[in-house]
């Protein structure tokens, strides 16, 4: 398998006035701006929890004080994979090719590893609501109604009714994640820091989170939501085109990315046919090792 002339005879050819190839940019990264960027030295990393006391008894005069254990918490793994890919193009072709498009392919394979990170962390978004994939420790998705607390009980960072993003559905959303609480049922300080939506929804979102006024009512209320500090993030690699999420801050969620090794490219020849070679490859990790600072909804339809 390779890049023959014969593949590829336009690029051999006189009097083409321009060939197509890269012209068009990407976008800029994304996904750092959701997950936690970090390096690992090992085959995978670990994460685990431990959870606190729950809250104190009262204790009657001449009493023994009430004694509590923390609970060990659930255990995640990110496994790092190795992602590649090559091409091959015959001697022939890498001289006789007279629009030098040829030469540029080595960048295309940079860009298909800018991609394959991107998607695959959306795809945690994007497949957010299905227990199958990627689920964490608790064999939840990342999204769930019924995410257990090891202290007992569960708490929901989904609607329970699926709801399409509005002021209201927003509202619910910064309500829950504000009353997030921890394995022992206390209340955490979780703010909501970003939206992230689609590229549909991100006239929704500016005017839901950008209106002076309470944005699609005649009513002069002002909008309530300019006081919480909260910006909206389009994330060009989601699928559902209405489902939308909530992020706290990255020092209140783990949503986290490892670099095992970033992209590394090589290239050498055949010393029998003449045939020149390339490849690049990459190995990373992502997931969540804790739903806690997340909340998304997958819209109605």
């Known amino acids: 398998m390779g890049t023959f002339r014969s593949n590829m005879p336009d690029l051999i050819a006189d009097g083409f006035r321009t060939i197509l190839f890269g012209k068009y940019d990407d976008y800029p990264k994304e996904y750092p701006k959701i997950y936690d960027i970090l390096k690992s030295k ?25 004694y509590d254990d923390p609970i060990q918490g659930y255990d995640v793994t990110y496994t790092h994979t190795t992602y590649g890919m090559g091409f091959r193009v015959t001697e ?20 298909s590893a800018h991609h ?17 994939y990627n689920s964490g ?20 960072n989904e609607p329970a009714v699926a709801a399409d993003l509005s002021v209201s559905s927003l509202r619910a959303a910064i309500q829950s994640m504000e009353e997030t609480q921890d394995d022992r049922g206390l209340i955490l300080a979780v703010k909501p820091k970003i939206l992230v939506v689609p590229s549909e929804l991100q006239w929704e979102a500016d005017e839901i989170l950008n209106s002076k006024l309470k944005p699609y009512t005649a009513d002069n209320e002002k909008n309530a939501f300019g006081k919480l500090g ?34 590394d490219s090589e290239h050498d020849s055949d010393f029998e046919t003449g045939d020149l070679k ?5 190995r990373f990790s992502v997931k969540w090792t804790d739903w806690r600072g997340t909340y998304g909804s997958p819209g109605a339809s």
Request: charge should be negative.
């Open 42 to 66: 090992k085959k995978e990393e670990k994460d685990s929890a431990v959870s606190g006391f729950g809250v104190m008894p009262e204790k009657a005069e001449g009493t023994a004080i009430t």
């Open 92 to 111: 022939e072709m890498w001289e006789d090719d007279q629009y030098n498009k040829i030469k540029k392919l080595p960048k295309g394979l940079a860009r």
């Open 116 to 132: 394959t990170v991107e998607q695959t962390c959306a795809n945690i978004f994007n497949n957010g609501f299905v227990t199958t």
């Open 137 to 156: 420790g608790d064999a939840k998705a990342l999204f769930a109604t019924d995410h257990p607390l090891t202290g007992g009980g569960t708490y929901a």
């Open 230 to 263: 909260l910006s909206y993030f389009t994330w060009h690699y989601l699928t559902d085109s209405d489902a939308w999420f909530l992020l706290a801050d990255k020092d209140d969620h783990e949503l986290n990315f490892f670099w095992r090794r970033k992209l």
């Open 278 to 282: 390339f490849k690049a490859t990459m």
